[in-house]
């Protein structure tokens, strides 16, 4: 795979430097003498090669990154660099860097030391093994014991539970009479016609959703530990019985993500069969709403990226919702007049960040005056200050730079044309940076949407095991199990002790007292 990619990108480099060659050469040699004299021939060829050195620029741009993708951390770290940036001699773009401004923040913290070696949990079983000294020991008193605690793994059990239900019938029974034979009901079971235990279908959930372990997989484990041939149309069929089972609960949690003023929302692709078109997927995308009050988090299948999707979802919504720059959050703010957007500063950041090995200069400020803001943010979290607190703080400690640095990249857009990566990184920034303008009116707004983010992680991790959804309702079923499990962790939870007990109450339980069974009623870890 890699070998191949390398190849297709010289390819690229060769094609682009002939392309400008034989442009180049076309302009001194035109059809006729007297088409163009020498002065525009020079005039021409100064404007080609600029126009070719903003091309060469933007595709190296796009070749690095795909390198970096490919080859190197995706991590954004950046350390700021005290070497000079530029040389006397270099002719570089004139971009105008202001002075930093400088202040000490100076706070104690406590120094964290290394924990050691974790503690046994107090809660799992115990096997005690006594070992006596070899020899005779009749003629010696016990003294006392040294004691030594390790861990053993012994692999997960497959029980065949089976129910013996006793029949009884009446020593004189009357005829035609109920009751001259009686039997014990069988107790309630999430499926009933299945040989699936509320048990077993929690830890295949919870094996696919938190450890990314795809049905085939756990099929295969099935047949080689316990020699137990599962059916995938078997295991498919259980999948869409209990998402069915659990779709009142995914609806009373889905009312409660929305009854907030705030919400932060992101989408992530997910490809699924078509079913009309044999070997082909479709790109559908996961649209995910979070509370970041609670944290309760949503997530919402749609076949699109378009509007549809947040249009419904939002339709009685009235606050700040926290986004990127995807034009469809526009669309949905000015068809509502109680919607406000809210920036993401991580996706202003990290324009810059791309910006960097081009334009370190400029690049290296905007970062450097951004690291700042959220030292900033990251000392009012540790001292535990209230969304007050916290409102008052940012209008003196981040408010002025922030103002400054708005200006700056306002002048520099102006002043800056190139379509190169410093220039998307202003041209992005100068459209975001009013929207970041809650964040200093309402102390509960985050800087970024990082916090959801990290929330649809586990669907990236699944796409990379279980790669593709079935269908579309197979889709929906998968928005489900994310919601269920994003919850539980959320809580802190252990999603298969959840699942299991869900599974075992939800079907008897009163339809109003729905939410007892959520994940942040349940009991902790």
Not at 14 to 34: G, M, N, W, Y
Not at 407 to 418: D, G, S
């Amino acid at each position: 795979m890699k070998p191949l990619v390398l190849l297709i990108f010289k390819a690229m480099e060769v094609i682009i430097s002939k392309t400008v060659f034989q442009e180049f050469l076309a302009i001194f040699e035109p059809d006729s003498p007297q088409d163009m004299r020498p002065e525009e021939q020079l005039l021409a060829a100064t404007s080609l090669l600029q126009k070719k050195e903003d091309t060469i620029a933007n595709l190296q741009f796009e070749v690095n990154q795909l390198k970096r993708m490919l080859f190197k951390s995706r991590g954004e770290r950046f350390v700021p660099s005290n070497l000079q940036l530029t040389l006397p001699f270099e002719d570089q773009e004139e971009i105008t860097v202001p002075e930093p401004v400088t202040e000490k923040v100076a706070y104690e913290r406590v120094k964290k030391k290394h924990p050691g070696r974790s503690a046994l949990p107090e809660h799992i079983p115990v096997e005690e093994i006594i070992l006596e000294p070899e020899g005779l020991t009749p003629d010696m008193i016990h003294i006392g014991d040294e004691i030594t605690e390790t861990l053993d793994y012994k692999p997960p059990v497959l029980l065949k539970r089976r129910y013996i239900r006793r029949k009884y019938a009446v020593k004189n029974p009357v005829e035609d009479a109920t009751g001259n034979i009686v039997i014990a009901d069988l107790p309630s079971r999430p499926l009933p016609k299945a040989i699936a235990e509320a048990s077993l279908l929690a830890y295949l959930w919870s094996s696919k959703f938190v450890d990314h372990l795809p049905f085939y997989r756990q099929i295969e484990m099935f047949r080689r530990q316990f020699g137990w041939e599962l059916h995938k149309a078997t295991l498919n069929d259980w999948f869409s019985a209990c998402c069915t089972l659990l779709q009142p609960l995914y609806e009373c949690h889905s009312k409660q993500v929305f009854e907030t003023d705030y919400l932060q929302i992101d989408e992530s692709p997910i490809k699924v069969l078509e079913d009309n078109k044999p070997e082909s997927t479709h790109r559908g995308f996961m649209w995910v709403y979070r509370h970041p009050i609670n944290n309760l988090v949503l997530f919402d299948y749609r076949k699109g990226r378009g509007q549809s999707g947040p249009m419904e979802r939002l339709s009685s919504f009235k606050g700040t919702i926290q986004c990127d720059g995807y034009a469809v959050y526009k669309t949905v703010a000015k068809s509502s007049n109680g919607i406000r957007l809210m920036g993401c500063m991580a996706h202003i950041r990290r324009k810059f960040f791309e910006a960097k090995n081009n334009h370190p200069q400029a690049a290296e400020y905007a970062l450097g005056e951004i690291a700042n803001w959220y030292a900033h943010e990251r000392k009012y979290r540790e001292n535990g200050l209230s969304p007050q607190e916290k409102l008052l703080r940012r209008q003196e400690d981040i408010k002025p730079g922030f103002d400054a640095f708005k200006e700056w990249v306002e002048t520099q857009h102006k002043n800056i044309l190139t379509k190169e990566a410093i220039g998307r990184a202003l041209h992005y920034a100068v459209n975001q940076l009013p929207l970041i303008e809650p964040f200093f009116e309402d102390g509960r707004i985050h800087l970024d949407n990082n916090a959801i983010e990290n929330k649809i992680r586990p669907l990236a991790l699944g796409r990379k095991n279980f790669l593709f959804a079935g269908s579309h309702e197979g889709a929906k079923r998968i928005a489900m199990m994310y919601f269920f499990f994003a919850s539980c962790k959320e809580a802190d939870v252990n999603p298969y002790a959840w699942m299991t007990d869900t599974l075992n109450r939800i079907a008897n339980h009163p339809i109003n007292k729905l939410s007892e069974l959520l994940p942040s009623n349940f009991q902790k870890l």
